[in-house]
């Protein structure tokens, strides 16, 4: 990690830390993971910024709403503002501020706004890749606890007979928005890394299904 990243590195965990709330999936340990993915990220790709990467990294979920709230697809766009404000209180590089929002503001799923910079797509992948794999895995079903959703459909958990339903089924949520994911990825570097994770899930999710499904034992 070089000069400017380490000098910036605990000012922003300071910052990502006063924000956080009770949610585990997206406590200090997601934004340390998500700045490990794009450092993985980064290294197919040095002309990228590495300072607005960290700051991307660190400050994405500043503003986090459930993601039942009716203005969940805002959350970025505030996150984005504070960071701005935040960061220019704290003299961080103004000519990179303007990057570092549009990183945090364009990351999100619900948000629909497309990555316009290498930055941005760094910062998007990292986040994306955090919802995949084991981690992604256990982030999944302790999201759906919180939600009151049930682990899976009672008789058709593989959904071959009704339409996918995440906010009831927890299972669901594989199919209805992770397995969209590698698809999705914006570098070469996170789709790799994508694909892999994601074939876990799906050997997770038939092993599930394989579990769930069994014949009750005889008395």
């Known amino acids: 990690m070089n000069s400017l990243l380490t000098l910036w590195h605990p000012r922003l965990v300071s910052l990502a830390t006063a924000a956080q709330g009770m949610d585990g999936a997206h406590d200090t ?5 998500v ?5 993985l990220l980064l290294d ?4 990228a910024d590495a300072l607005v990467v960290l700051a991307g990294c660190y400050l994405h979920d500043l503003v986090n709403l459930p993601k039942n709230d009716p203005e969940r697809h805002l959350a970025s766009r505030k996150a984005a503002l504070l960071a701005s404000r935040q960061l220019a209180e704290l003299d961080f590089p103004p000519n990179k501020l303007a990057a ?16 316009e910079t290498i930055e941005a797509r760094i910062v998007q992948d990292a986040d ?4 995949l794999g084991a981690v992604g895995l256990a982030r999944l079903f302790y999201t759906a606890g919180r939600m009151d959703s049930a682990l899976a459909h009672p008789d058709d958990p593989m959904a071959l007979h009704r339409d996918l339903n995440d906010k009831a089924y927890a299972l669901d949520h594989i199919d209805t928005k992770l397995a969209t994911l ?4 914006q570098t070469a570097a996170g789709r790799r890394l994508a694909e892999a994770r994601m074939q876990e899930l799906i050997a997770f999710r038939d092993n599930f299904i394989a579990e769930w499904a069994a014949s009750p034992a005889a008395p």
């Open 29 to 33: 340990n997601h934004l340390h993971r």
């Open 35 to 39: 700045w490990r993915n794009a450092s």
């Open 182 to 185: 590698p698809g999705k990825m």
């Open 100 to 115: 570092v929002a549009h990183a945090i503001e364009s990351h999100s799923f619900s948000a629909g706004i497309r990555p």
């Open 44 to 47: 197919d790709y040095p002309e």
């Open 128 to 131: 994306r890749l955090d919802a």
